[in-house]
């Protein structure tokens, strides 16, 4: 008799011996990706670097070719901070694509463009978070600064302390409780507020300076390292994140703690699912972007025209060249947007509809809808394409769940699936179920970081 019950899964009761070995390999490498990639640019030199190891040319190196083939593989770099990977199809690109679309960008703080001073015998840079963070969070924790500048001689320099074992880390202070009496008595947002976000990089004046001498010190030390100066801060890209190495959790090693997870996780699933394709019937595309976390917004997000104008400029190789069959390439596409959601937090049960809610350790999420409340700001995906994306798990068993972002009127979030979604694409949000989002450390489950990677690979291949 067929079940005509929904059954509730854990992946890891489903796996046999082997396959448990497999989630294992594949989450060490996983880890690899995230101590490799600490910021979007960062993510971008690890995905082009991999995919030239898979036989991936630039779209550059194509364009100037003049042709392109079924089966190319063809990666286009955005400033730097973006990137797509193609493979292309038997089919026209105007037939339509098969897409998975993740964000490389994190919460994290970013240096002010002058960020440097001294105050209290401290030589302090000043922050603007960026993203939605829990500012308290990021206070009285070992932190790593990443980014780069560029010096007089327009040289791109880039930095990196707190990361190595035998570098120093930086720091952001909190009141002791002794003296935080007015503080305990504020809302939890207001106790840290951004202002207060200023990071301790050093304490010891410069011997023989008389004014600032600490400030001085420190960027003595800078200069001396990397060879820029204060005024290079105003040509810099520099973000404060958490120092150290993507780490095990639990007694049986069956989870992940990092910085970075949202939406990295994604990230690195399509990326390796997209290597897993040869030769497919319609051109496969994983996109990797900038600036989800504030909008989606600039010329590295998902709301600029570079997916679109790369996806133009390969069609104009198969002749291709009128609008109508750009649009229709759009059109016709299908796309997941790989992006995490809220995972069943049994400390906090009372945000979220249990029953509609994703389980850690219950495999990958569709999630129908985001947005907030009334759905606003959702891509709302419809039926038929659901029922074609299930029929694609199934066929390859790919352990999935459904879930949404919390209850009803709790609040909610977003994602990039409506930008394609615009286009004409037919989009549902697909990721993994994570704990403590957007905290300087989430957490997730490695068993559901593969079968993130499994349903994108089902995707690809039917």
Not at 164 to 170: K, S
Not at 402 to 417: H, R
């Amino acid at each position: 008799m067929e079940k005509i019950l929904r059954e509730e899964k854990n992946v890891w009761k489903e796996l046999d011996e082997t396959q448990t070995k497999e989630v294992f390999e594949f989450a060490e490498d996983y880890k690899d990706f995230l101590n490799n990639s600490k910021t979007e640019r960062e993510c971008t030199e690890e995905i082009i670097k991999r995919a030239k190891e898979k036989g991936y040319k630039s779209i550059k190196e194509v364009l100037e070719s003049g042709s392109i083939n079924s089966g190319d593989k063809i990666y286009a770099n955005n400033k730097g901070k973006g990137v797509a990977l193609f493979v292309i199809g038997k089919e026209k690109i105007e037939q339509g694509m098969k897409i998975v679309g993740s964000h490389m960008d994190a919460p994290r703080l970013d240096l002010k463009p002058n960020p440097l001073y001294e105050d209290g015998n401290l030589a302090m840079f000043k922050t603007h978070y960026y993203g939605g963070v829990k500012k308290y969070q990021w206070v009285a924790l070992p932190l790593a600064l990443h980014g780069v500048a560029f010096n007089k001689a327009g040289e791109k320099v880039n930095l990196v302390i707190g990361e190595d074992e035998n570098d120093p880390v930086l720091y952001i202070t909190d009141l002791l409780p002794h003296l935080a009496k007015d503080q305990m008595q504020k809302k939890l947002e207001e106790g840290i507020v951004g202002e207060d976000l200023n990071v301790i990089i050093g304490s010891i004046p410069f011997k023989g300076e008389e004014k600032e001498a600490i400030k001085y010190n420190a960027m003595r030390l800078l200069n001396e390292k990397y060879g820029i100066v204060e005024e290079d801060f105003h040509v810099s890209e520099i973000e404060i994140v958490p120092s150290g190495k993507a780490r095990d959790v639990g007694l049986d090693r069956s989870l992940v703690a990092s910085h970075g997870h949202d939406d990295r996780v994604c990230a690195y699933s399509s990326l390796r699912a997209i290597f897993d394709v040869e030769n497919p019937t319609f051109t496969t595309v994983a996109i990797f972007v900038d600036k989800e976390e504030v909008g989606s917004m600039g010329n590295t997000g998902m709301q600029s025209l570079f997916f679109e104008s790369q996806v133009a400029e390969l069609m104009n190789l198969q002749n291709s060249q009128s609008l109508v069959a750009h649009m229709r390439a759009m059109g016709r596409s299908k796309v997941l947007s790989g992006d995490v959601t809220a995972g069943f937090d049994p400390n906090f049960p009372e945000v979220l509809d249990k029953r509609n809610a994703a389980m850690i350790g219950g495999g990958v999420v569709l999630s129908k809808y985001t947005g907030s409340r009334g759905k606003g700001g959702s891509n709302d995906a419809n039926a038929e394409f659901l029922a074609e994306v299930r029929k694609s798990f199934e066929k390859e068993n790919v352990i999935w769940q459904v879930g949404e972002l919390g209850k009803v009127d709790q609040g909610g979030g977003g994602t990039i699936a409506y930008i394609l979604a615009n286009r004409g694409a037919e989009v549902v949000d697909c990721g993994t179920p994570m704990l403590s989002m957007h905290a300087p450390i989430e957490l997730l489950s490695k068993v559901d970081l593969y079968m993130t990677y499994r349903a994108y690979r089902a995707f690809y291949n039917n």
